[in-house]
Each structure stands twice: as C-alpha cells, then as structure tokens.
C-alpha cells in the first residue's frame, strides 16, 4: 500500500452536451500533474438528466467509456466517475472505475433519487463495490447513496477493515449543501475511512444552483480540502494517517 495522489474536477457541467463538457475535460487533463485517480462528478459529460432516451450509450459500444479509458491510459491514473448506460433493455445510472490497463469495475447506484424523478427512467442497483486499487480498497458511491449510511457501513474482515476510502460523485444541489457536507464527515467518522466526494457546480438545466463543495475528509472527520468554485485540486491520501487514526480509536472491533 502506498500513499495515494487524488485529484477532484469540479466541473460547471454542460447540460446534455457531450462534446462540449469533453472539450472541457481535455482542457484539464491536459495540464494536469501526474496523480493516482482522478474523480469527475456524476453523469459526467451530461449533468444529472433524466433525458434517458437520447443520452444513453450501449454498455458494449460506449464512446464515452472509450473516451474515460484512452486519458486512464494516456494520464497513468485510474478515473471514477458515472453515465447514463442502457444494458438489457434497462437504463442504469452507472459508475465505472477504469483503470490505466483498461480494466472497468462498474457499480450501479443503489439508492434512485425519487425526488428528482429517477426511480422513474432508471433501474436501481443491488450490489455493493470495492474496487482494490495500488493496494487501497475503494469503495464506490453515488451521490443520493450518501444518505443512506447502512449501504456504507465499514466493518472488520479477518481483522481488517472492509475498505479504507468512500468515493461518492454527485449532482447535489447548493440548497442542501449543509446535508452535503455534514453527511460527508458523518460517514468518514463512522466509517474510519477516508471520504471523497465530488459534486457539480454551476447552473443545470432544471435550474438548479450548484455549490460545489467538494472535498476530501481525513478517518476522523476533518476537512483537508474544499473548493466551490469550478477547477480541481489533487491531495495525497497518507496511509500512516489511516493507520494511526484506527490504531487510536479501534472503533471498528466494536462492530
């Protein structure tokens, strides 16, 4: 296990516009410093859209997947972020984590944002995934997942901890930036984990404001970094600090 270089873009999303939101991400990927993984926010290159019809890709010809995975390759870092996917007749608000070799771990979100209509175009998830990665276990989320700490629950197997990192990329509006954020460092302190999450900023489609506000959140709860404006920043997640925080406060046993 070594330390792991993690770099959030938070983009002012295009509303359903492909091409243009790629030609936004090619302007940061082409400047970036190398780092380990990269995370976009949800429904990356569409904003969060219920326009399923039209945006959706197959998941066997998916140009966007083939976009993520040719900067994976060129960048040397894994990203993770989520589309809107169509697979057997059904469409999935899916997250992938693609790595530099090409590998694609995929995890569906579990939890449909009934408010905003999603229970009603996509079809739910069943299935948690931790994805191991340069010896991290990552554990993948999505967005509404984030209220729903039985979903996220770490705990020790063979004595040691489920996962060590909570990802969650989001769409979550300024409105309920407090819940954002308190949320996040709820789950990084019950969890002993560290905890990503990357959200939108700008205006939508619908309307609605964007904040931002994503940020990094250390095992006990503290805040290392936090941007609301539209850019990126990248940050080293210590494993010394993962492993003296749990050795600290061995909460997890308790479980």
Known sequence: MQDLKVTLVQLDQVWEDKAANFAKYNSIFE????????????MFQTGFSMNVEELAEIWEDSPSLQYLQNWSSKLNAAIYTSLIIL?????????????????????????????????????????????EYLGWKINLQICYDLRFPEIARN??????????????????????????????????????????????????GNNLD???????????????????????FSLVLEK????????????????
């Open 31 to 42: 400047r970036l410093e190398p780092t380990n993984l990269i995370v976009l926010p949800e």
């Open 155 to 204: 705990f020790l197997i063979n004595e040691l901890p489920k996962y060590d990192v909570l990802l969650y990329v989001a769409n979550w509006p300024s409105k309920r930036a407090h819940h954002w954020k308190s949320l996040l460092i709820a789950r990084a302190i019950e969890n002993q984990s560290y905890v990503i999450g990357v959200n939108r900023y700008g205006t939508d």
């Open 87 to 131: 697979e057997n007749g059904k469409f999935f608000n899916r997250g992938v984590f693609v790595e530099p070799t090409g590998e694609i771990s995929i995890y569906d979100k579990r939890k449909s944002f009934g408010l905003g209509g999603e229970s009603l175009h996509f079809t739910a998830g069943n299935k948690e995934r931790i994805v």
């Open 210 to 232: 964007y904040s931002g506000d994503s940020t990094t959140i250390n095992p006990i709860g503290e805040i290392d970094n936090m941007i609301s404006e539209e850019g990126y």
């Open 240 to 255: 010394e600090v993962l492993f003296q925080a749990r050795k600290n406060l061995p909460f997890l046993k308790d479980y």
